[in-house]
């Protein structure tokens, strides 16, 4: 049998996945069962399954604002995420770390930023972005993340055939 020790810094700087299965030995080594730790609660509001020109013209209405701009992308990575009955679910903590904000609080006001654009862009003032659990999770649609990461994957391609481009025009000169 073997022992290791981890700090609170290293677990911190583990990757999500990591984290996760931390957790899950923890809880298990305990007897626990997740049920017992977190109680039921009601179900989230069906969620919204964006496509690509939903998500593309939400970024246009938050593009000005960059912690908003920043969680928006954070919810299409995909290895982050943990897929959750046809949605996806983020730790509201990854996600304040990776974006760089103070607090949890930060990033609920960016979810509700982006809950605000949707809600501009369907013309649906009920439309739901998001939802949290009692796990301390973000919940998108599947949809919706992977509209994001494909938003995402067109401007980094966009971005890579400009600096080509203008490679290649200086080379030309």
């Known amino acids: 049998m073997a022992g290791v020790t981890l700090s609170v810094e290293e677990i911190r700087a583990a990757p999500p996945e990591v984290r996760r299965w931390l957790e899950q030995e923890i ?19 069906p969620l919204i399954g964006c496509n690509v020109e939903e998500v593309r013209d939400m970024l246009s209405l938050v593009q000005g604002v960059l912690p908003v701009v920043s969680v928006f992308f954070e919810l299409g ?10 949605m996806r679910a983020f730790a509201i903590a990854d996600i304040q770390r990776h974006s760089r904000l103070h607090a949890p609080a930060q990033v609920i006001e960016c979810l509700d930023l982006l809950t605000d654009a949707l809600r501009r862009v369907r013309g649906d003032a009920e439309a739901a972005f998001y939802a949290l659990d009692n796990l301390g999770r ?7 993340m992977h509209s994001i990461l494909r938003l995402w994957q067109e401007i980094v391609a966009q971005q890579a055939l400009q600096s080509s481009s203008a490679g290649t025009s200086a080379k030309s000169e």
């Open 138 to 144: 973000c919940l998108v649609a599947e949809a919706t």
């Open 27 to 45: 809880v298990r080594a305990l007897g626990m069962h997740p049920s017992q730790e977190h109680p039921a609660q009601p179900p989230p509001p």
């Open 77 to 86: 990575r995909e290895a982050a995420g943990v897929p959750v009955h046809g």
